[in-house]
Each structure stands twice: as structure tokens, then as C-alpha cells.
């Protein structure tokens, strides 16, 4: 095999193939754009607050930005069937935007959420429930 | 000397400054978020999840309704300071009272689930029916359901409201002998009815 061949299947072949293996083995496809997969995560606060919703991580930004945000509230002394109630963001006492920015420092955990959990079809049926409304 | 001389063709060049802005641009639009934004799908419930929340917002007001008329039951038992015609009069009028706060109950959620108006009355009047035959605490428990927050809100109002009319009988029918007791004639007083709107939160 002439030198030119060899450096031509090395450049072209074997390192796109070995930076393609790398980069897949750390990626799940469902999280690629344009899948028509929704991709809903839950973050986890020092705090113990949970907010669930679309995420933005930019690797280098001080924050995490959620949209369509949802979080869980006491429902104890409500008579549904669990203790814990879904709320949407937006109907507080400021009726806070669609963006939710967090910083960085003060998060726990980010997690993907199912969307077949019941967070994700509680989610599922206030989008069906709002689409009736408008 | 000789100097070194680099030389690129302009077709290279044009490639490599187009695949350049390209990059720059996939960038930029997903740095932004526009990439994300516009790629993501947004999963709306089916009508069989539909279904199984309305089944949990049903029985969620029914559990409501239940206990505060157990609450009102067991205290018009107890030996109370007021007549028996006062404390009948109390218990049938808050009696009343939740009767109608479930179906208010029953038809706002009706409104929000986009039933028909004609079909909202008899939904909720159906389903009535259905809990008076066979009550919630008659049968077996239902795996649990975490409710979209549309219908927790009715949910909620309705129980707040139920403890509220339950509480108020037993404050009355409890009150000493010497107070002056509410009258005994049913009055036609208007009762809270839960609504679908948010409520506001700290």
C-alpha cells in the first residue's frame, strides 16, 4: 500500500470513524434534535425543589434554562390520590414567563424524565387540556 | 531566500470559508436554543390518558364530597346542645350544600375536559348518580393518578371548599344551646362552586 493511500484511509476512514465512536457512545439518539422525541427533564434543586420542563444546558453558560416549567406543591390536605400536586409556573403572584433561568451552582441533579411517568402524562394531559380551552 | 509560498486554490477557499460561516451558524442557532426550541416535540396526551385523569379528577371530588358528609354525619350523631329539629335543619341544609358543590364540581370539569354544554349537565348528573350507588370508600382503591394542574385546581377548590361547608355545619352544630341557632328554614344561599382557574401562589 503507497504511503498517500494509507495517510488518505487514516485521515478519512479511521479517525471520523474513531471520533464517531467516541462521540456516540457518549450521546443518547433520543436526545438528538429532530427526532420527534420530547425531551422533558426534571432538575433538582440543593434545595429539595424539583422544576421539571424543556431544558437548555450550554456548557459554558453560569445557568440552566428551563421552559414550560412545571413543579411539584403539597397536596396533603387534598383529597387526590397522592400526596403531591403538579403546578404550572406562570400563575404565581408575579405570573413569571415561560423562561426559567437557574444557576449552575445550585443544581443537584438533572434527570430525563419518561413520558410515560405519571409527571410526564400529567404534563401531556394539561397540553391537551389547554389545547380544548383555547 | 526563497520563500515559502502557500498556495490555495479560490475554489478551496470558497469551500472552506462557506463550511466556516456554515459551522459558525449551527453554532450561534444552537447556542441560542433555536435549534432545541424548534426541535422539540411537545407530547399531548392521548384520549385514553385523558380518560384515566378524568376517572382520578371524578373520584378526587367524590373523595371530597364523602368525607365532609361523613364529617357531618358523625357530628349530627354525637348528643348536641341545640334541638334535634335545629341540628336536622343544620345537617340537611350543608347536606345540600356539598350535594350541589359536587355537582358544580362535576360540570366544571366537565367544562375543562371540552364536553359540550349539553353534555356537560348530564355528565355530571350521570356520574353522580354512579357515586350515590356505589360510593368511593365501597370499592377498591384505583391505582393513584398525578393530575394535570387544570384539574387538580378543581380538585383542590372542590376539597377546600368541602372542609369549609363541613367545618361550618360543625361549628354549628356544635355551638352551645344559649346562642341563637341559624333558622331552620332552608334558604336558598348560594354555594361556592369550584372553578378551573389558577390560584395564585407564593
Known sequence: MKPATRRFIAFWVIVPALLGAVFASAMDPRALPFTGHEQLSAVFLLDGQAYFGHLEDVPWSGTITLRDVYYFEDASKVTTDLPLALVKRGSELHQPVDVMRIRRDKVLVVERVSLDSPVGRAIASQRALDRVAK | ?202
Open chain 2, 1 to 202: 531566500m526563497n520563500d515559502a509560498v502557500v498556495r490555495i486554490p479560490r475554489r478551496t477557499l470558497f469551500v472552506a470559508v462557506g463550511a466556516l460561516v456554515a459551522v459558525l451558524l449551527t453554532l450561534a442557532l444552537v447556542v441560542t436554543g433555536v435549534v432545541a426550541r424548534a426541535a422539540d416535540a411537545n407530547t399531548v396526551a392521548s384520549a385514553s390518558v385523558l380518560k384515566t385523569q378524568q376517572s382520578a379528577a371524578e373520584r378526587d371530588i367524590e373523595r371530597a364530597y364523602e368525607q365532609a358528609v361523613a364529617q357531618v354525619r358523625k357530628v349530627r350523631a354525637l348528643n348536641l346542645a341545640i334541638t334535634a329539629a335545629q341540628a336536622d335543619a343544620i345537617t340537611l341544609k350543608a347536606l345540600n350544600d356539598l350535594k350541589a358543590l359536587r355537582h358544580s364540581g362535576l360540570v366544571s370539569l366537565g367544562q375543562v375536559l371540552g364536553l359540550a354544554t349539553a353534555d356537560v349537565e348530564a355528565n355530571a348528573t350521570a356520574t353522580e348518580q354512579r357515586f350515590d350507588q356505589a360510593p368511593l370508600s365501597a370499592e377498591p382503591a384505583a391505582s393513584p393518578v398525578l393530575l394535570a394542574p387544570r384539574l387538580y385546581a378543581i380538585a383542590g377548590r372542590m376539597s377546600e371548599l368541602a372542609t369549609q361547608l363541613s367545618d361550618q355545619a360543625t361549628t354549628d352544630l356544635t355551638a352551645p344551646a344559649a346562642t341563637p341557632a341559624p333558622t331552620a328554614a332552608p334558604s336558598p344561599s348560594r354555594t361556592p362552586t369550584p372553578s378551573a382557574s389558577p390560584t395564585a401562589r407564593p
